[in-house]
Antibody
Framework: QVQLVQSGAEVKKPGASVKVSCNAF????????IHWVRQAPGQGLEWMGL????????NFAERFQGRVTMTWDTSISIAFMELNRLKTDDTAVYYC???????????????WGQGTLVTVSS | SYELTQPPSVSVSPGQTASITCSGD??????VCWYQQKAGQSPVLVIY???KRPSGIPERFSGSNSGNTATLTISGTQVMDEADYYC?????????FGGGTKLTVL
């Protein structure tokens, strides 16, 4: 059974950094991209970026470039998302999700992690 | 930048058909998928490649995509279908989500 298990909730002060982990089970980690998506309270889904564990490399949404780092360790099937210079409006649930690529016929997310609540407050 | 537009809310009576739209420029030229998110839970894939249902998703969920609009249809809507629904597509190398539609079943 494919499953993504994320780290627990975090409380941070403005200006600090947070690092969220995403542990993958039930499939070959290097075979699929991992994406990060966040959801502010009462708001919609916002894509942050992706990693390619197979060939290396990452791609970030423009608004997070320079402030987010995405890393991974294939040997233990884990991905990390670190967000720096936190602001109060970074308070959100952060999700990782596995991409399924049909090879030119669409790409979608399945499954998603359980989410990690990050609260930024002074 | 590319945008996907969904109605903020849709209401339907149990047993009736619910239709949730997702609009974007030439959206029919892209592949669209849909996620269901119940309160306090992670999103779940309900439609991919415009029309396909993942294993375990009831047959009452269906999708279409043509022109500028993709549509998620729930036939014989049940109370358990009450949730937020998000469409998603790709534009260049970026993932785009619609703003989400709250489906109320009453």
């Amino acid at each position: 059974q494919v499953q993504l298990v994320q780290s627990g909730a975090e409380v941070k002060k403005p200006g600090a950094s947070v690092k969220v982990s995403c542990n993958a089970f039930g499939y070959t980690f290097s075979g699929n991209y991992i994406h990060w998506v966040r959801q502010a309270p009462g708001q919609g889904l916002e894509w942050m970026g992706l990693i390619n564990p197979n060939r290396g490399g990452a791609n970030f949404a423009e608004r997070f470039q320079g402030r987010v780092t995405m890393t991974w360790d294939t040997s233990i099937s884990i991905a990390f998302m670190e967000l720096n210079r936190l602001k109060t409006d970074d308070t959100a649930v952060y999700y990782c999700a596995r991409e399924v690529d049909s090879g030119g016929y669409g790409r979608w997310f399945d499954p998603w992690g359980q989410g990690t609540l990050v609260t930024v407050s002074s | 930048s590319y945008e996907l537009t969904q109605p903020p809310s849709v209401s339907v009576s149990p047993g009736q058909t619910a239709s949730i739209t997702c609009s974007g420029d030439k959206l029919g030229n892209k592949y669209v998928c849909w996620y269901q998110q119940k309160a306090g839970q992670s999103p779940v894939l309900v439609i991919y490649q415009d029309t396909k249902r993942p294993s375990g998703i009831p047959e009452r969920f269906s999708g279409s995509n043509s022109g500028n609009t993709a549509t998620l249809t729930i036939s014989g809507t049940q109370v358990m279908d009450e949730a937020d629904y998000y469409c998603q597509a790709w534009d260049s190398s970026s993932v785009i989500f619609g703003g989400g539609t709250k489906l109320t079943v009453l």
